[in-house]
C-alpha cells in the first residue's frame, strides 16, 4: 500500500502564497507522475498541476504563472508553490501520485486525504 499525507492547506488573503506537501510512503519501487488537484464546491475536479520523473511540468492555463511544481524525489514529496492567490482559487486540493509497487511490481495511482486552500479578505 502507498500512503500520502498533505499538507500546508488553510486561509489566506488574495494577493497572499501558500505552500502544499505530499509525501507519499510505503511500499514504493518507482514513482513517475506526481500532480494536484482542486475541487471546488459544485464543480468537478480539475488537475492543477502535473511534474514527470524527469521533471517536466504542465500547468491548467487559469495557474501559470502564479503556481509551481516541484518534487523531491529523495524524499517522495511534491510541493505546489502557490502565489497571488485569487478567490477563485478557492478548493480542496488532492495530490496524486502514479509509480510501481516494490514487488510484485503492479502500477498504483494513490490519492491524497485533500486539503482545504481558502482564499478570501
Known amino acids: 500500500q502507498v500512503q500520502l499525507v498533505e499538507s500546508g492547506g488553510g486561509l489566506v488573503q488574495p494577493g497572499g502564497s501558500l505552500r502544499l506537501s505530499c509525501a507519499a510512503s510505503?511500499?514504493?519501487?518507482?514513482?513517475?507522475?506526481m500532480g494536484w488537484y482542486r475541487q471546488a464546491p459544485g464543480k468537478q475536479r480539475e488537475l492543477v498541476a502535473q511534474?514527470?520523473?524527469?521533471?517536466?511540468?504542465n500547468y491548467v492555463d487559469s495557474v501559470k504563472g502564479r503556481f509551481t511544481i516541484s518534487r523531491d524525489n529523495a524524499k517522495n514529496t511534491v510541493y505546489l508553490q502557490m502565489n497571488s492567490l485569487k478567490p477563485e482559487d478557492t478548493a480542496v486540493y488532492y495530490c496524486?501520485?502514479?509509480?510501481?509497487?516494490?514487488?510484485?511490481?503492479?502500477?498504483?495511482?494513490?490519492w491524497g486525504q485533500g486539503t482545504q486552500v481558502t482564499v478570501s479578505s
Open positions: 496524486n501520485v502514479e509509480g510501481v509497487y516494490r514487488g510484485p511490481y503492479a502500477r498504483f495511482s494513490s
Open positions: 510505503g511500499s514504493i519501487f518507482s514513482i513517475n507522475a
Open positions: 511534474i514527470s520523473s524527469t521533471g517536466t511540468t
